[in-house]
């Protein structure tokens, strides 16, 4: 066992960091009250090579390790998680998706400028009946011989106006069940694609989440992903490297949320003292530090798997359950630390206990996080 960090993953680690402070900290209230998606932020991440941090460089990507990825979704999300759910979603749904299973040409004409940040990309797998049950695709991609019909709706969809690429899953054989889904690549501005009103969030409200309308959208058939049929299992085997994304991401969470009950912790005195010298204080800390702790170790170690291609889906789904648990206890200490002054927006814990709470919901809600662990426990 070997818990040091490279030299290279600390300098990402830190690289990270001061992004965090000097580029995503100024506006973040503002962005998260006027629902404000970070462009302009995530053009200058593109531009540092976050967004397509795993892709191979010969595919225009950074060539980092997962175990980078984690580390600078941690620091992101200290900080503003409506701009990591991009750079969790471009990365691991979307650049890792086409780099594992697209073709030579997918490769050429989509990864490229997505692993560069030139463009953004979105992953479409929920339907407004079809969430946790994914299987249950309602959306319809008719084989027409050169060309799939595509018709339906996606629903929730991350990046859903900023994307230029779109990964969409949708049904072609009903009576083949999970075996008659395809992943087709739809590109923005296509005929008969429109994209829904933004939703007004709890959190994550910088991020733009967006229904997706499909009718009779005619996308060719060199645009679906591996072989036909393939979509459900090229879903479910993109999402467990998600997983590890949203995980860090919730990490990111509640060791932001501890930092600042520290700090307020140290200066704010009560009863003659600071609240850092109250044992009730302390204690929380200590449970704080220690969930997080052992979050962050579940996280690395499900980079660890993916980097050494070792099977990673059940350590991806335990890291997303225990941190997303953990973002959501940490972030209502951390308020109760700050007392009234967490209740109001310039201290920044509201922001972050309401951000927590997507992440024990969405690439699969703390329950199926438990269902898929639970599997690989029975079998
Ligand atoms: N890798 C490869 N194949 C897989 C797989 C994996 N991880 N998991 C399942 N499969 C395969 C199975 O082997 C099976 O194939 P065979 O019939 O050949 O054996 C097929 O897929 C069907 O699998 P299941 O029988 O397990 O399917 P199920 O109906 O029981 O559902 C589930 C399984 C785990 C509940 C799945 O539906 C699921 O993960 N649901 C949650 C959906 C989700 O996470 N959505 C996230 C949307 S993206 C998002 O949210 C992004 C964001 O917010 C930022
Ligand atoms: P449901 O599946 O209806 O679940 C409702 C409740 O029932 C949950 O508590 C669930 O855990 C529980 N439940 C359901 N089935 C079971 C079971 N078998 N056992 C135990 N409990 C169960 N999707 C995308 O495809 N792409 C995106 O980019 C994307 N981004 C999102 C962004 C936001 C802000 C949000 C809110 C959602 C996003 N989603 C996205 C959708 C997200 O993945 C789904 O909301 C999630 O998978 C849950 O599906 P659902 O909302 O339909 O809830």
Request: proline residues 2%; hydrophobic residues 40%; negative net charge.
């Amino acid at each position: 066992m070997y818990f040091e960090l490279s030299e290279e993953q600390k300098m990402i680690r830190q690289a990270a960091r001061d992004f965090a402070q000097t580029e995503l900290k100024p506006g973040v209230i503002e962005r998260d009250e006027h629902q404000k998606f970070p462009a302009e932020q995530i053009k200058k991440l593109g531009e540092l090579g976050f967004l397509g941090m795993m892709v191979s460089p010969q595919y225009g990507g950074s060539g980092m390790d997962a175990i980078s990825y984690v580390l600078v979704m941690e620091e992101l999300s200290k900080i503003d998680a409506s701009a990591s759910v991009v750079v969790s979603v471009n990365n691991s749904l979307v650049c890792y998706g086409l780099e594992k299973y697209g073709s030579e040409e997918q490769k050429q004409k989509y990864l490229i400028p997505l692993a560069k940040g030139e463009k953004i990309g979105a992953f479409c797998l929920s339907e407004p009946e079809a969430g946790s049950d994914a299987t249950s695709q309602r959306t319809t991609a008719i084989d027409m011989g050169d060309h799939y019909l595509l018709n339906g709706t996606k629903n929730w969809i991350t990046n859903g106006s900023s994307a230029s690429t779109y990964l969409v899953m949708a049904q072609t054989d009903a009576s083949k069940g999970s075996h008659g889904i395809n992943a087709l690549i739809v590109e923005k501005g296509i005929e008969g694609f429109t994209i829904g009103a933004k939703e007004n969030k709890m959190g994550i409200r910088g991020s733009d989440t967006h229904s997706l309308m499909f009718n009779d959208v005619k996308v060719p058939k060199e645009n679906r992903i591996g072989e036909d049929g393939f979509g459900f299992k090229f879903a479910m085997s993109t999402l467990e490297g998600g997983r590890i994304g949203i995980a860090a991401q919730a990490l990111g969470i509640a060791s932001g949320a501890l930092e600042l009950a520290v700090q307020y912790a140290k200066e704010r005195t009560a009863f003659g003292k600071t609240l850092a010298n109250l044992q009730a204080i302390q204690f929380k800390l200590a449970d704080m530090a220690t969930d997080i702790e052992a979050a962050r170790l579940l996280c690395l170690r499900a980079a660890w798997l993916k980097d050494n291609g070792k099977p990673y889906g059940q350590a991806s789904a335990m890291a997303k359950l225990f941190a997303s648990e953990t973002a959501m206890k940490t972030t209502i200490e951390a308020v109760q630390v700050h007392g009234g002054y967490g209740f109001v927006k310039e201290y920044h814990v509201e922001r972050l206990m309401r951000d927590a709470k997507i992440t024990q919901i969405y690439e699969g809600t703390s329950e199926i996080q438990k269902f898929v662990i639970s599997r690989e426990v029975l079998k």
